[in-house]
């Protein structure tokens, strides 16, 4: 049965990836999640950290047959690579939809055999994004609903260190 | 390995909705195309021909597998009849994505054991939708490009009746 | 203190319509809900059965000061007769913005000392729409995520009879 | 210098009409407006009355060089054989842009040769549509911003003769 | 009556701003205008700069019964503070609106108490920008009819500035 | 015979625009395509390599008539200067239509006699953008269906000068 990615960022991962994560769980039967350099955005965390996180979580949810990887370079050459059928992306209401649409559509044609799946972030978490919970939290809001305590210390101990700098 | 149902009214079946079909198909194990009655929408074609139409076009294409039925009532009752677990919706650019949403989310509510899966039609094709297949045709103009001849011949068949009487 | 209007087709009231009278009624001193008579578009509910379904569930959820009223006529002549400072519109993310937005621009062209206030619909109940429950239980399936008991039992009502004639 | 194509039910014309007709006026040498039978939507006028009231806005507007012609079928098949550069579309804010899309699409495959032009309407008229204005009128509105004095007299007679029948 | 916060970066404040103080000022009894600082984008104007031109402009409008403040940290957090009921969002045609409503979800959830109102700018003001406002006159383009005269002087002294540095 | 200009970034030229400027050239007796310093955007390419890019691949197409220029200022003051009747905007499925709208709605507002006119690009090549092109050429994947040969060495000469440095 197919093999799956699901690419990210992950600048923390949020109930919202988890959300997702787990749905492509049941789909397929082998799911690689993988956290992307990007450097064409500044990150709050680290390659490694992003990474961390993401295993740390996939541990405490029990998502123990995930494979978390990272990735500097072209999604689609790691899909390739990773001799995956599909690439998987969380649509929020409030998604860029547009941008999504675009990149879907450079990927089909630098690899046609990869076929985007969009699926439907829950309600609940439908309206969070890591840049939501960066901004709530750098101000000291609450953001217990948006991600798992691990990610939240993560947050809190990173602000620190740059109010100390 | 996961089974999957593409719902729609296929009123009448369209390249779009074959390039669905095909996508879908390398991904689930199983797929069943359902044609929904629908009847708070007038139709052109009835029930009957509708599926018939699919059917057609699903042996002409070599897809033999696709199990094609109709069904009159709540798709999401027919998805946990035929205990599928996903729902696959075609997206084109031009969707009334928010309807989708609506629906997906009603679904949601109704069937939570049931993901939509959404695929991107290819660009191609990604313009065409039934009702301007049919608009088209009524009035003489070329439809090859967006349905299968034997489709074409249908729609020309279904119109010179309507003339008739 | 500004008085408001909220005006729909309630065909039938959901529990989004709920939603958006609670938040409105705390805003505003006073409150008038209007079901519309609408002649463009065919209701499944007479106007006199809209707006006792309405006046069921304001007594049930306590909303008594709430003024519930019918009206056939333009919308913003109601609304200046009642004296409102504000008309109610409950945005879902689903909603059909852009024709919101061009009745709104209208309304404000034939009354501009009436506002247009838009209030977010709650996450739970953002996709509710009339018609969504209307279909769902024709086919009958469970709408109990989205109407008050009183009115699921009208529109099982309201089916039966059809089917009987 | 090209010639152009403005095609368009007018049920009935509207001032967001005319300013699309000046705005395609100035930078084409000839210009067609062609009101369209449409027989899959109901139409308040009909195709000889809109056709008259096209006109009559036009000689009244001092648009003299304007050709108001009518046309049962395809408009692409009218744009050929009036051997059009260009077919013009009025963009509001507030409209279908993806309908508008999906039939641009469909039009550049019907006919690559025929460009389709999209002129943006001015922000004073930027909401009117044809069903708003006959909706308004319907309950005896103040449509004057909306349409000039001949159609409101149009509209008004109109409904006068509907409600004797 | 209940009290309202229309929050913003005013950088700097536009005639559409105004339209919005303007609205929600004949809705709610008293109103807070929040300058944010808004660490995460750079700033033409500092704070205080920011605050002082929503003061001068507050004053030449006679709106001297509008508190303007200015705040560094979580909107919510000052809403519940000032004890509001609502913030006040004002909408154009040309909103980043899904943006917007992310940000009213998360407030929901970080405030439920609190409701945000959206309110419609004026036709007239609908497009205007701050960022718009600042590349035009960047370029000493005319800004008159988007900003107050006292808004303008601020940013040719600005720009004055940054060209002798 | 209106002339008309095309305004734009070009960091670089790709496919899309090249089939813009060709629609453009079939509508207008004159064409001016102008490279736009845009300080407030970092740029991959100098304002005069960029025009230099485009430059060569008007040559290459064998649009000899075009006249490429490049500006550092308003473009609508440009637009004046030139004495053009009309503005070309390439409309893209996944435009970020409601800038575009901001922008053309401002720029009426500071030239009233230049038209706003959006063509639509081939679906062809609908998707692509110049920041997507660089995207994916910086991690070595492939752009030849994005962009012609001549653009695609001076991507490949500039991130081979980025990595050195």
Not at 8 to 16: E, N, R
Not at 53 to 70: A, F, H, P
Not at 73 to 92: Q, T
Request: charged share 30%.
């Amino acid at each position: 049965m197919p093999k799956a990615l699901y690419p990210g960022s992950f600048d923390p991962i949020t109930y919202g990836h988890i959300d997702v994560v787990k749905r492509a769980y049941k789909l397929f039967d082998e799911l690689f999640v993988a956290v992307m350099r990007n450097p064409t955005k500044p990150m709050l965390f680290s390659l490694e950290e992003r990474q961390q996180l993401v295993e740390d979580v996939m541990r405490q949810e029990e998502l123990t047959n995930v494979k978390v990887i990272s990735h500097d370079g072209l999604m689609i050459e790691l899909a390739k690579n990773l001799g995956v059928s599909a690439v998987i992306r969380g649509l929020r209401v409030t998604s860029d939809f547009e941008y999504e649409w675009q990149m879907a559509l450079t990927n089909r044609d630098l690899g046609p055999e990869i076929e985007s799946v969009f699926l439907m972030t829950s309600r609940e978490y439908s309206f969070i994004s890591s840049s939501i919970v960066r901004e709530v939290k750098r101000y000291g809001g609450d953001v217990s609903h948006f991600v798992p305590k691990l990610v939240e210390r993560a947050l809190e101990k990173k602000f620190a260190e740059q109010k100390k700098s």
